[in-house]
């Protein structure tokens, strides 16, 4: 019996344009990321934006967990590959060609152009995954809902879970043999809660809350230098419960930004 999610039917769709040329070179270490607008030109610096993009988006989650959540990996120019806003590593160039290469070989067969899904489930509410690549003078995006969610059902075609599984392969590396990646810009997500919570610490007064554009709605802020410095120093890691000064409940996380964002 099939679960038909709100949207319907699960659906992908590839999209394709013209974009520069990739030229990787060999890195030698990670690097911290800084702030500022990042070259994309290939000329040195911060990397500009990623040359493989992995992401979650969409989905039924909590409130501020769309806000907050990170890119599964993103792997750049110069071979840094950032995994869960979490953690960094690099790739050698001709590690990083190699992957470029082989992911969009995978987003340009045309059983995922035009791809048919095997099975009948349709998972309710699932994040969408959402693959970029570009190589070889083409940037390839490429859309899946419930990815993961229906594969052991026959799911999508073998070439976009092999182009799945490359990236993953790159991320379970950087997660595990990694290092813990920082930068001097974070994105702080506040949730406003209903109902008081006596366990709540207090909010800290030299860590500045967003503002809202509604009522009840997550409330995000992007801090830079000394005030992200504050607010790593002060937030621990992860969501954890707060009472403003004026006795209203929130909630709160924040995570590192990427060169790109």
Same mark, same amino acid.
């Given at each position: 019996m099939e679960r038909w999610t709100r949207r319907g039917a699960t659906a992908l769709f590839v999209a394709a344009l013209l974009a520069g040329c990739t030229h990787p070179n060999r890195p030698t270490g990670p690097a911290r990321a800084t702030s500022g607008t990042a070259p994309t030109d290939g000329t040195g610096g911060a990397p500009g934006s990623p040359v493989a993009l992995w992401r979650l988006v969409d989905g039924f989650t909590p409130a501020g967990e769309e806000e907050a959540r990170g890119p599964l990996l993103a792997v750049y120019e110069d071979g840094t590959a950032i995994a869960d806003a979490r953690f960094q590593g690099r790739l050698a160039g001709t590690e990083l060609t190699d992957?470029?290469?082989?992911?969009?070989?995978?987003? $340009?067969?045309?059983?995922? @152009?035009?791809?048919?899904?095997?099975?009948?489930?349709?998972?309710?509410?699932?994040?969408?995954?959402?693959?970029?690549?570009?190589?070889?003078?083409?940037?390839?995006?490429?859309?899946? /809902?419930?990815? /993961?969610?229906?594969?052991?059902?026959?799911?999508?075609?073998?070439?976009?879970?092999?182009?799945? /599984? &490359?990236?993953? @392969?790159?991320?379970? &590396?950087?997660?595990?043999?990694?290092?813990?990646?920082? @930068?001097? !810009?974070? !994105?702080?997500?506040?949730?406003?809660?209903?109902?008081?919570?006596?366990?709540?610490?207090?909010?800290?007064?030299?860590?500045?809350?967003?503002?809202?554009?509604? $009522?009840?709605?997550?409330?995000?802020?992007?801090?830079?230098?000394?005030?992200? @410095?504050?607010?790593? $120093?002060?937030? +621990?890691?992860?969501?954890?419960?707060?009472?403003?000064?004026?006795?209203? +409940?929130?909630?709160?996380t924040w995570r590192y930004l990427l060169p790109d964002e």
């Open positions: 992957l470029l290469t082989k992911v969009a070989a995978d987003l $340009s067969r045309p059983a995922v @152009a035009s791809p048919t899904r095997s099975g009948g489930v349709t998972v309710m509410d699932a994040p969408r995954t959402v693959f970029t690549v570009r190589s070889g003078g083409r940037e390839l995006t490429v859309s899946a /809902d419930a990815l /993961d969610e229906v594969r052991a059902e026959g799911g999508y075609p073998a070439a976009l879970y092999d182009a799945r /599984d &490359r990236l993953d @392969a790159v991320r379970q &590396r950087v997660v595990h043999g990694g290092v813990k990646y920082t @930068a001097d !810009r974070v !994105r702080l997500v506040v949730v406003p809660e209903s109902g008081a919570d006596p366990g709540a610490a207090p909010w800290p007064a030299d860590v500045p809350l967003p503002v809202g554009e509604s $009522s009840g709605a997550p409330m995000t802020a992007v801090l830079t230098g000394a005030a992200a @410095a504050t607010a790593t $120093s002060r937030l +621990p890691d992860g969501w954890h419960r707060y009472r403003t000064a004026s006795g209203e +409940p929130v909630r709160a």
